[in-house]
């Protein structure tokens, strides 16, 4: 299976970016997808994810009641809608597929499929 990230860019502070995440070879059915993000010098991180089948989501504390990850099952896309973005999201942001239960969602060895990442820098 390959991932497609795309979406990203630069943007001002309190701005909106919606990134999204296509799959092809095989559809997500069965499969959670998630969103990490790593800034330079930093380790990659958790942001959310969804269960494919279910609908089921968790979110990093530092993105709740901003980020939003969404699926359109038609177009075998994960999306994750940022608002209020702050300078501190400025990240390469990567979409990953995997299998797992709920709690392991947030931890890379979860995801077995990455995508190529996609940039977002948010100016202050």
């Known amino acids: 299976v390959q991932l497609q990230a795309s979406g990203g860019g630069l943007v001002q502070a309190g701005g909106s970016l919606r990134l999204s995440c296509a799959a092809s070879g095989r559809t997500f059915s069965g499969y959670v997808v998630g969103w990490f993000r790593q800034a330079p010098g930093k380790e990659r991180e958790f942001v959310t994810a969804i269960r494919w089948s279910g609908g089921n989501t968790v979110a990093a504390d530092s993105v709740k009641g901003r980020f939003t990850i969404s699926k359109d099952s038609a177009k075998n896309t994960v999306y994750l809608q940022m608002n209020s973005l702050k300078p501190e999201d400025t990240a390469v942001y990567y979409c990953?597929?995997?299998?797992?239960?709920?709690?392991?969602?947030?931890?890379?060895?979860?995801?077995?499929?990455w995508g190529q990442g996609t940039l977002v820098t948010v100016s202050s």
């Open positions: 990953a597929t995997g299998r797992g239960i709920i709690s392991t969602w947030s931890q890379l060895r979860s995801y077995d499929y």
